[in-house]
């Protein structure tokens, strides 16, 4: 299994411009997550979904969309890139066993500078 | 959303014990208490979870206090490679979300 995977690694971006962050997940997951990280912060909840077809807002979900069209994707969309979404960006999955069984696997991040 | 509250840093000698305290002074009672780790800048790595009892797996031990005020996670033999950012996190009900802390970080010395 490779678990999840995100691509791209890394991207630069211009002010204005547009992209989609993908995420995808062999584990058959029902629970997905973005988060983002600043600098020397812990990660703050950008948007999740509790199964396809079906998401919702995090802490911080001003400037991002997504969608989950399939249990395996979860792609995080910027359409107007700002320098305040430069971060690291972290998908992460779940099993949706109940609080006993709610560990998340993480994605080796995205990091993206807006520049 | 109940809220962690952990120490910044901590130093441990390579091959001692390290434990890393949190307090969760608001923690409800269906709340479980999880703990991950974060090496450099990769994604966060889950260690052990418990809701009461004291857990311990091949990574770690977990004691939670009686009142669940408050949680230590114990590296038994820390190595180098343990030298992280560890987070306690308290799960919330219904949706699973996690609300991340700035954590404690461990450096652990040769």
């Known amino acids: 299994n490779a678990g999840v995977t995100q691509t791209p690694k890394f991207r630069i971006l211009k002010i204005g411009q547009s992209m989609t962050l993908q995420c995808t997940q062999d584990?058959?997951?029902?629970?997905m997550y973005w988060y983002r990280q600043d600098p020397g912060m812990g990660l703050k909840l950008i948007y999740y979904?509790?199964?396809?077809?079906?998401?919702d807002k995090g802490e911080v979900p001003n400037g991002y969309n997504v969608s989950r069209s399939t249990t395996e994707d979860f792609p995080l969309r910027l359409e107007l890139a700002a320098p305040s979404q430069t971060s690291v960006y972290f998908c992460?999955?779940?099993?949706?066993?109940?609080?006993?069984?709610?560990?998340?696997?993480f994605g080796a991040g995205t990091r993206l500078s807006v520049l | 959303d109940a809220k962690t509250t952990q120490p910044t840093s901590m130093d441990c000698a390579e091959g001692r014990a390290a434990n890393l305290p949190c307090n969760h002074s608001?923690?409800?009672?269906?709340?479980?208490v999880y703990w991950y780790r974060q090496i450099h800048s990769q994604g966060p790595q889950y260690i052990i979870h418990?809701?009461?009892n004291n857990e311990t797996n091949e990574m770690a031990s977990l004691i939670i206090t009686e009142d669940r005020k408050s949680s230590t996670l114990i590296l038994p033999h820390a190595t180098l490679r343990d030298t992280a950012v560890y987070y306690c996190?308290?799960?919330?009900?219904?949706?699973?979300?996690?609300?991340f802390g700035t954590g404690t970080r461990l450096k652990v010395l040769a």
């Open positions: 992460a999955s779940s099993y949706s066993g109940g609080l006993a069984k709610n560990i998340q696997y």
């Open positions: 584990m058959n997951h029902n629970y």
């Open positions: 979904s509790v199964g396809a077809g079906i998401t």
């Open positions: 608001t923690i409800s009672g269906n709340e479980y």
């Open positions: 418990g809701l009461k």
């Open positions: 996190i308290l799960t919330t009900s219904g949706t699973y979300k996690y609300i």
